[in-house]
């Protein structure tokens, strides 16, 4: 499946880098996107040096206009999209009691309306390049896939973390909804859960050493996740390895919700 058009959202940085990378050495074209043009020309300009195939596309993916036109870069510049790397997350913590109405549209549109956004226009991409089921179009959509990046918050909860959990918990039921759409021509739609993954969203709210220390005791690995470790669950489930895997999701979180935390034991 080497050579697959791949939209990469969230490329600036964190994990969104990781997968642009790792699809870049497996020699699939690229379209990257991020709110930041700097960082993500950059990447493109790396990504070109190393002898890949990339396209960098600025856009805020919450806005009906930039995933159009995100779409339409990927078919004018590779002639169709093959894979969805959705990597990009708004993180919002507050306690639920003093959320306003304002945050709640500004949450959820950055997170699950975007992901509405961008999980409807490559689906219906890759159904088109499919045509009818019955002319083949289950071979011709088996290298389609979406891998929607979300946060273990999609299935725990936090009481300063509501609005974030329940974008995420949406995305992780969007996805399921998805997969069924596609699966009758082949492709296929999965989610990758991250948590205690270097550089990404809990950077936001671990900044002293001691709470480095913290987020390390309780991750049953004992270190803190590589944006590599997350790029690689990603590509996999875009991969032909991953083939018969649809509407699932692949936890990468160094074992914390399979952990239990009991109370403290009093000394």
């Known amino acids: 499946m080497a050579g697959r058009s791949v939209i990469v959202t969230g490329a600036g940085g964190g994990i969104g880098r990781a997968v642009a990378l790792r699809f870049a050495r497996s020699h699939d074209k690229l379209i990257l996107t991020d709110e930041s043009a700097a960082k993500g020309d950059a990447l493109r300009i790396e990504i070109e040096e190393a002898g890949g195939t990339a396209s960098f596309i600025e856009a805020d ?3 009906k206009l930039d995933v159009h ?6 078919l004018d510049v590779y002639g169709e999209v093959n894979v969805l790397a959705h990597c990009a997350s708004h993180f919002y913590a507050a306690p639920f009691l003093e959320t306003t109405n304002e945050d709640f549209d500004r949450v959820l549109d950055r997170n699950l309306r975007a992901a509405f956004l961008l999980n409807r226009a490559v689906a219906k991409q890759i159904i088109r390049q499919a045509g009818a089921v019955t002319d083949g179009g289950v071979d011709t959509a088996r290298s389609g896939a979406i891998v929607n990046v979300v946060s273990t918050e999609a299935v725990t909860a936090s009481a300063d973390h509501a609005l974030f959990a329940a974008s995420q918990g949406g995305i992780l039921q969007m996805t399921r909804a998805v997969a069924m759409t596609l699966s009758p021509y082949g492709a296929r739609a999965n ?3 991250v ?14 050493s001691q709470e480095k220390k913290d987020a390390i005791a309780a991750t049953p690995l004992a270190r803190r996740g590589e ?14 390895e991953a083939s018969f895997i649809t509407g699932q999701t692949l936890f990468v979180d160094g074992g914390r919700l399979a952990s239990h935390v009991g109370p403290k034991k009093e000394h």
């Open 227 to 240: 944006p590599e470790e997350a790029a690689g669950a990603v590509h996999f489930l875009a991969a032909g």
């Open 61 to 63: 993916l919450h806005k």
């Open 191 to 193: 989610a990758v859960g």
């Open 195 to 208: 948590a205690a993954i270097k550089e990404e969203l809990e950077e936001t709210e671990i900044v002293t």
């Open 69 to 74: 036109n995100i779409l339409a870069e990927a």
